[in-house]
């Protein structure tokens, strides 16, 4: 290292041949080779992040299927009046307790 000269405020070149610029330039390059490769010694892991969107269509395929015969028998039964009845309202109340507990 000793034939590698100073290189002098006045941007001349050094023993070297390398401007300051260069040479600066010459050493980020340098910093970023050995960041780069630091990085890809250190042993990392795979990596998953889930979304809430796809949780939430998660917990929706969790669910059962739509049962379309009982559906349309509730629209029935809402269309013609019977669903109206207080002891059909009290055995809905109490299954949605009963689904919160």
């Known amino acids: 290292m000793r ?34 490769t630091s990085a890809t010694a250190r042993p990392t892991g795979d990596r998953v992040e889930v979304s809430e969107v796809a949780r939430w269509l998660g917990e929706m395929n969790r669910l059962p299927a739509v049962r379309e015969d009982k559906v349309a028998a509730a629209r029935a039964a809402i269309a013609n009046g019977s ?6 309202l009290a055995i809905a109340v109490q299954r949605m307790i009963d689904d919160v507990m």
């Not at 941007?11 to 970023?32: C, D, K």
């Open 3 to 36: 034939d590698i000269g100073n290189i002098g405020s006045s941007g001349s070149l050094g023993a070297a041949g390398i401007t300051p610029s260069a040479r600066s330039t010459g050493e980020a390059h340098t910093r970023r080779v050995a960041d780069a």
């Open 83 to 88: 669903l109206d009845s207080d002891e059909k």
